[in-house]
């Protein structure tokens, strides 16, 4: 299987981390809004791809700043 390049790791990570993220926060949010329902799946799905188009842009701003942040608080 062929190999994304290292100097998109800032990208594949970002987008890896939103959707990982996205998906585990809004499961939880539709569950505690509507319950175990039959439409539950449909519905989080939708809240999934909503959040996760808001997800990615925003860690993308915010990953290097915390990258640096991280870097002054934490020994090499």
């Known amino acids: ?3 994304i390049p290292k100097k ?3 990208i594949v990570t970002t987008l890896l981390v939103s959707v990982m993220m996205s998906c585990m926060v ?3 949010s539709t569950f ?3 319950g175990a329902v039959p439409e539950f799946f449909i ?3 939708a809240a999934w791809g909503t959040s996760w188009v808001f ?3 925003a860690l993308m701003m915010v990953l290097p700043l915390v990258k640096r942040i991280v870097s002054r608080i934490v020994e090499e």
Do not use: Q
Request: charge should be positive.
């Open 1 to 3: 299987m062929p190999r």
């Open 8 to 10: 998109y790791t800032l």
């Open 26 to 28: 809004s499961g939880i």
């Open 32 to 34: 505690l809004s509507i």
């Open 43 to 45: 519905t989080w799905m």
């Open 55 to 57: 997800a990615f842009p």
